[in-house]
């Protein structure tokens, strides 16, 4: 594993550090090479059954590092989104398992859109967002102009892109681009919490959401409700699904494996 993304498991959950504190968790190759040894991992342990993605010191991510990923003038930017980005939010998005991405400070540019290709999206209240793009004469990449009209809707997006303004935790709660926001000093307790919930509850159906979500952007209802359909059968013979129900008649909490049918 890079030293720049450390893993480690705790309470079935995979636990991701973008480790580059000194740039701010900026992403470069290693970085990169490391998320994806990470979700190798992630995607090869059934025991692991939810992600928390967050970051080292006060930052969560600052976009590309701009003095190993940009110098040099004109490039083929196309390149390395076709490489590392996009790759990265296609497997996040279809891990069938619950990201949480817990924003501990800074989210810019790309590390902003990292954070929102996550399922779960929970900031320090210190924390800022920024799509840092237009200052550099780029415009957003990792999903960005996916993720945000569909969170915020199209004038909020637009105005974030454009404008480039940074936005305060508290605003981007308001907006809709988190879903909660922790105090500073209990940020990664309150984080691992959350991702710890999710471990224990049931994984196939966690992993159904995802793919019925996923699928609703492009859906027609028709559509959608079919895939409801097919999706929920497959939930109805999961060990899970038995559980549940036999808890609930015997009045205690259920405990749920995550297993497949």
Do not use: W
Request: hydrophobic fraction near 45%; charge should be neutral.
């Amino acid at each position: 594993m890079s030293e720049a993304v450390l893993f480690e498991v705790k309470n079935a959950v995979g636990v991701i550090t973008l480790n580059r504190p000194e740039r701010l968790n900026a992403l470069n190759g290693e970085i990169h090479e490391g998320l994806r040894q990470a979700f190798d991992k992630i995607e090869a342990d059934d025991g692991i059954r939810a992600v928390l993605l967050t970051g080292a010191g006060r930052g969560f991510c600052a976009g590309a590092d701009l003095l190993q990923n940009l110098s040099g003038g004109e490039r083929d930017l196309g390149a390395s989104i076709d490489k590392d980005y996009n790759p990265l939010v296609r497997r996040m998005r279809a891990l069938p398992k619950p990201i949480v991405c817990g924003v501990n400070g800074v989210a810019a540019g790309a590390g902003m859109n990292l954070a929102l290709a996550g399922d779960i999206v929970i900031a320090a209240k210190s924390a800022n967002f920024t799509q840092a793009f237009i200052r550099i004469g780029l415009m957003p990449d990792a999903g960005g102009t996916y993720f945000l009209p569909r969170l915020i809707g199209d004038t909020r997006a637009r105005a974030m892109a454009m404008l480039g303004e940074t936005i305060t935790a508290a605003q981007a709660e308001s907006f809709g681009l988190v879903y909660k926001l922790f105090e500073d000093t209990s940020f990664a307790e309150e984080a691992l919490a959350l991702a710890t919930s999710l471990a224990a509850k049931p994984t196939q159906a966690l992993a159904a959401m995802k793919a019925a979500f996923n699928a609703s952007a492009s859906n027609t209802l028709d559509t959608q409700l079919d895939l409801e359909r097919d999706l929920q059968r497959k939930m109805g013979y999961t060990p899970d699904f038995a559980e549940g129900v036999k808890a609930f008649i015997e009045k205690r909490p259920a405990v749920f494996t995550g297993k497949a049918a």
